[in-house]
């Protein structure tokens, strides 16, 4: 997808011991052994992104706030039980471990503070990155030795989201439902959808994402299920007033933030549904004008609206070209919503049902 403007990073990171239950901090260049089990094999390489926003209160002191956190500690639990053995599930650390960990230790170090103190000056958006590695020094093919969180933090002023131009890409597949590793933020994921992008530019050479089919390789083309784009989840906005969010299942990562979205855009007075979309009804979609826009998803960039999605065949072949209708009320009312969803944390924008505001005064 697009990149960033304005992006720093905090000059530490953390590190804590699973096994030890040891907190600290390293210097934000410190580095994993050239021979980790995650470095070479990708074992225990989960990750999270975690968007947060800072403002100083009436007494100068920092606050930081996150919206719908504990889905995100929740899903970053999941990845780190995902990775461990059996044996190694007393590693798994609760919520609240996490909580504390990232906040309490992490974000009141001296160092940390300075740095968010600035970004509250600057109103710039926060992002917060934990992951999983082994620290052990080995090139055995086994279950992490010494498994250990890290975490990493930078603020950035603005996500170059759109216009984006998006093709489907259906001879690639970013995850294998059986495996279960879909509905999982883990490192092994991302290769694919890199690779996707770059299908996607032998078909259209301005192409920043690609959309995903289902696993049913062996399936009818049109029969294949939508699932989500290469690093985001998908919502399509049609003509007769409705959105619709694909169900999640093992093949979709569940967003935080496209909760919140709906939310917001339920809020709004806007019909949302949930429901699986085959490739051949978008085609259908398209080819009929009943697709108003189809958005992306995600931490970093909020919600984007697709500028251009480029329809293939089983050769890659062009099928069709859909462009959005920038003039029909819901393009402009997801618009809307991404501007509330950040004013949320701002503190600017009412807080619909179902969403969680989590302020921490440091």
């Given at each position: 997808?697009?990149?960033?403007?304005?992006?720093?990073?905090?000059?530490?990171?953390?590190?804590?011991?699973?096994d030890?239950?040891?907190?600290?901090?390293?210097?934000?260049?410190?580095?994993?052994?050239?021979?980790?089990?995650?470095?070479?094999?990708?074992?225990?390489?989960?990750?999270?992104?975690?968007?947060?926003?800072?403002?100083?209160?009436?007494?100068?002191?920092?606050e930081?706030?996150?919206?719908?956190?504990?889905?995100?500690?929740?899903?970053?639990?999941?990845?780190?039980?995902?990775?461990?053995?059996?044996?190694?599930?007393?590693?798994?650390?609760?919520?609240?471990?996490?909580?504390?960990?990232?906040?309490?230790?992490?974000?009141?170090?001296?160092?940390?503070?300075?740095?968010?103190?600035e970004?509250?000056?600057?109103?710039?958006?926060?992002?917060?990155?934990?992951?999983?590695?082994?620290?052990?020094?080995?090139?055995?093919?086994?279950?992490?030795?010494?498994?250990?969180?890290?975490?990493?933090?930078?603020?950035?002023?603005?996500?170059?989201?759109?216009?984006?131009?998006?093709?489907?890409?259906?001879?690639?597949?970013?995850?294998?439902?059986i495996?279960?590793?879909?509905?999982?933020?883990?490192?092994?994921?991302?290769?694919?959808?890199?690779?996707?992008?770059?299908?996607?530019?032998?078909?259209?050479?301005?192409?920043?994402?690609?959309?995903f089919?289902d696993?049913?390789?062996?399936?009818?083309?049109?029969?294949?299920?939508?699932?989500?784009?290469?690093?985001?989840?998908?919502?399509?906005?049609?003509?007769?007033?409705?959105?619709?969010?694909?169900?999640?299942?093992?093949?979709?990562?569940?967003s935080?933030?496209?909760?919140?979205?709906?939310?917001?855009?339920?809020?709004?007075?806007?019909?949302?549904?949930?429901?699986?979309?085959?490739?051949?009804?978008?085609?259908?979609?398209v080819?009929?004008?009943?697709?108003?826009?189809?958005?992306?998803?995600?931490?970093?960039?909020?919600?984007?609206?697709?500028?251009?999605?480029?329809?293939?065949?089983?050769?890659?072949?062009?099928?069709?070209?859909?462009k959005?209708?920038?003039?029909?009320?819901?393009y402009?009312?997801?618009?809307?919503?991404?501007?509330?969803?950040?004013?949320?944390?701002?503190?600017?924008?009412?807080?619909?049902?179902?969403?969680?505001?989590?302020?921490?005064?440091?």
């Amino acid at each position: 997808m697009a990149g960033f403007e304005g992006v720093k990073w905090a000059s530490k990171q953390m590190r804590y011991l699973l096994d030890k239950k040891e907190f600290e901090i390293l210097d934000g260049s410190a580095k994993v052994y050239a021979v980790s089990r995650s470095v070479h094999y990708g074992q225990f390489l989960a990750f999270e992104g975690i968007r947060f926003f800072c403002r100083k209160n009436k007494k100068g002191r920092i606050e930081v706030t996150f919206l719908n956190w504990n889905d995100n500690l929740k899903r970053f639990q999941r990845g780190i039980a995902f990775n461990l053995s059996k044996k190694q599930q007393k590693f798994v650390p609760k919520t609240e471990e996490l909580e504390n960990i990232f906040i309490h230790h992490y974000f009141n170090q001296p160092d940390m503070k300075r740095f968010l103190e600035e970004m509250a000056e600057k109103k710039a958006q926060g992002y917060l990155r934990p992951f999983t590695v082994d620290e052990e020094q080995s090139i055995g093919v086994t279950f992490p030795g010494k498994p250990s969180i890290r975490a990493v933090t930078c603020r950035y002023d603005r996500y170059l989201g759109e216009p984006f131009s998006g093709v489907v890409v259906p001879n690639l597949v970013r995850a294998v439902g059986i495996n279960k590793t879909g509905c999982l933020k883990l490192g092994i994921n991302y290769l694919i959808s890199v690779k996707a992008i770059d299908a996607a530019k032998q078909i259209d050479p301005e192409a920043a994402s690609a959309l995903f089919l289902d696993d049913r390789t062996d399936e009818e083309l049109g029969k294949r299920l939508i699932t989500e784009w290469d690093s985001s989840c998908c919502l399509f906005a049609l003509r007769d007033n409705t959105v619709v969010k694909i169900p999640e299942n093992e093949l979709i990562l569940p967003s935080v933030t496209i909760q919140g979205i709906v939310r917001i855009l339920k809020k709004m007075g806007i019909d949302v549904k949930e429901k699986y979309i085959s490739y051949q009804e978008l085609v259908e979609d398209v080819q009929s004008k009943k697709l108003v826009t189809i958005c992306s998803v995600g931490t970093a960039g909020i919600l984007n609206r697709c500028s251009k999605l480029t329809l293939v065949d089983a050769q890659g072949k062009t099928l069709d070209v859909h462009k959005p209708d920038q003039n029909h009320k819901l393009y402009k009312a997801l618009g809307i919503a991404r501007s509330h969803y950040w004013n949320i944390y701002k503190g600017e924008a009412d807080i619909p049902e179902g969403i969680c505001l989590n302020k921490y005064i440091l």
